[in-house]
C-alpha cells in the first residue's frame, strides 16, 4: 500500500514540479538530475499519515499528507543547498511528531560536508517537529562515521527517541524539552545488572528495539552481559573513567588540601565533580580510624541528596540549576531524602546563605557529611570537598567545626586553580 502511495505521490507531486521543458518531447540529462524528486516514505503506525524527504535541486525538505486524500504539506522550510542530507524519518506512532536526522556523515577529520564554507560548522543531528506546531527542535548531535548509519528510534508511547552516535546509544524525549542522556546512565545508576526486560521497559522500547541497541554497545565493550544474561556496564567504560581521573589536573592540585582536611578532622574527604545530574567522586583520603566510609573513586550519587552535590548545585548560574532539577528522577534513598523540586529548591537557598550544603542521612541512613564548592579562575563553581562521618559523630556542636575546616579547605584549592578570594585583592 504504501508502495503505490508512493508511487503516486512520485507522479502527482513530482510532475507538478518539474521544468516545463522536461514534460516536452526533448530534454537533456541535465535536466532530468535536476528535477525534484521524493525519498524516505515512511508512515504512523497508529495514525493515517504519510511522510517523506522531497528534493529539490539539492534543497531537501520534509513533507506530510493524512488519508484519505493526501493532500501534500511541507513541514520544515530549510532554503538552499547546503549539501545537507535528511535521513531516518520517522514518524511517531500517533502521528503528532516526526523526528528526522540531518547533515552528513563524519569524514577522517570528525567533521561534517561543508560544501559552502559556512563560517559554523554543520553538524549532523536528530531533530523533532511537532506537526501541530511545527518548529524543528534539536534533540542532540549524531555524528555518524560512515554513510547510511543514522537509526533514530521513537519510543511505542511517542514519548522517547533513541539513536545510536559515536559508540553510545542516545535518549531524548520527543518534545525536546530535555537534552540527550546516554543509555549507559541507565545501567550505571542500577546497583545490580539489568534485563533486557527492565531495559526496555525503562526506556519505553520494545524488547527487539532496545537489544538491538545494546549489541551496539557490547561490541564496543561499553556494556557486557553477566552469565544469566543481563546487562552491566563494561570495563572499557572503567577504563576510560580511569584514564580521564588521573588525567585530570584538578585532582592533582588538591590532593595536598585535602589531605590536610583529613588531618583537620580525622574524617574521610571526598573531591567531587558534577556529571549531568550526579556527582562523581574523583578522590577519596581516608583517617586511620577503623570505622571508615564506604565509598569508592569512579562511583556517582544523585546531586539532590548528598553535601558534595549540593555544594556545586547551589553555586551554579540558575538556568543550569533548572535544567538539572528538570533530569532528576528525585528517588527516595531514606526517609530524610529531598523528594520534591520545591525542597530542594529550598536547601540550595540554604546552602547559599551558609556557603556550605549539609546531608544528614539522606543518601545513606546514619552517614552525614558537609562540603564546599571549588571555583576556578573565573569564579565558576567547577567542583566540591567534603567531610563524610556517620551521624553520631556529626553533632550539633561538631558542625561549626567540619564546616570551617571544609570551607578553607575549598577556597585554598579555588586560589591554587587561580580563583581570587572577594576581599583578598590581586
Not at 229 to 239: E, N, Q, T
Not at 267 to 282: D, K, M
Not at 400 to 406: K, R, W
Request: proline share 5%.
Amino acid at each position: 500500500m504504501l508502495k503505490t502511495l508512493f508511487h503516486f505521490l512520485l507522479v502527482a507531486f513530482g510532475s507538478l514540479s518539474l521544468p516545463a521543458v522536461c514534460l516536452a518531447e526533448s530534454f537533456t540529462i541535465e535536466q532530468v538530475l535536476s528535477a525534484p524528486f521524493p525519498c524516505g516514505l515512511t508512515s504512523a503506525s497508529h495514525a493515517p499519515r504519510v511522510a517523506w524527504i522531497f528534493d529539490n535541486k539539492g534543497e531537501r525538505n520534509i513533507w506530510v499528507a493524512d488519508a484519505s486524500d493526501f493532500v501534500p504539506r511541507q513541514v520544515t522550510h530549510y532554503t538552499g543547498d547546503e549539501g545537507q542530507q535528511i535521513a531516518s524519518v520517522r514518524l511517531s506512532p500517533d502521528g503528532k511528531a516526526i523526528v528526522y536526522a540531518r547533515g552528513t556523515e563524519l569524514n577522517k577529520q570528525e567533521t561534517s560536508a561543508n560544501p559552502l564554507s559556512l563560517t559554523k560548522m554543520p553538524k549532523q543531528q536528530a531533530w523533532a517537529v511537532n506537526l501541530a506546531r511545527g518548529e524543528p527542535r534539536l534533540l542532540g548531535d549524531i555524528g555518524c562515521s560512515e554513510e547510511g548509519c543514522e537509526d533514530l528510534q521513537i519510543s511505542p508511547d511517542s514519548k522517547t527517541v533513541i539513536w545510536p552516535a559515536k559508540k553510545h546509544i542516545w535518549i531524548a524525549p520527543l518534545d525536546g524539552t530535555k537534552k540527550s542522556e546516554q543509555l549507559e546512565e541507565l545501567l550505571g545508576e542500577s546497583d545490580t545488572p539489568l534485563g533486557l526486560a527492565q531495559v526496555a521497559s525503562s526506556l519505553q522500547l520494545h524488547k527487539s528495539t532496545a537489544h538491538r541497541f545494546l549489541m551496539v554497545l557490547e561490541r564496543h565493550h561499553m556494556v557486557e552481559r553477566t552469565v544469566n544474561g543481563k546487562f552491566r556496564l563494561g570495563l572499557r567504560l572503567f577504563d576510560f573513567g580511569n584514564r580521564a581521573i588521573e588525567q585530570y589536573d584538578l585532582r592533582e592540585r588538591a590532593q595536598p588540601h585535602l589531605r590536610r582536611l583529613v588531618t583537620e578532622t580525622e574524617e574521610t574527604a571526598h573531591l567531587c565533580i558534577l556529571e549531568q545530574a550526579r556527582v562523581i567522586y574523583i578522590d577519596k583520603i581516608e583517617p586511620g580510624r577503623s570505622v571508615r566510609m564506604i565509598t569508592r573513586i569512579g562511583a556517582s550519587n544523585p546531586v539532590h541528596c548528598t553535601s558534595v552535590g549540593k555544594a556545586i548545585l547551589a553555586f551554579l548560574p540558575e538556568e543550569r540549576i533548572n535544567d538539572i532539577i528538570r533530569r532528576l528522577r528525585f528517588e527516595r534513598f531514606t526517609h530524610r531524602t529531598i523528594s520534591t523540586p520545591e525542597a530542594l529548591r529550598v536547601e540550595i537557598e540554604k546552602t547559599r546563605r551558609r556557603g556550605y550544603a549539609l546531608n544528614r542521612g539522606a543518601w545513606r541512613a546514619g552517614v552525614g557529611g558537609v562540603a564546599a564548592p571549588i571555583r576556578d579562575f573565573s569564579g565558576i563553581v567547577q567542583a566540591s570537598i567534603g567531610c563524610c562521618l556517620p551521624l553520631e559523630r556529626f553533632t550539633d556542636d561538631r558542625v561549626p567545626e567540619l564546616a570551617a575546616h571544609t570551607v578553607r579547605t575549598a577556597a585554598a584549592i579555588s586560589r591554587q586553580l587561580g580563583f581570587v578570594i572577594p576581599g583578598e585583592g590581586a
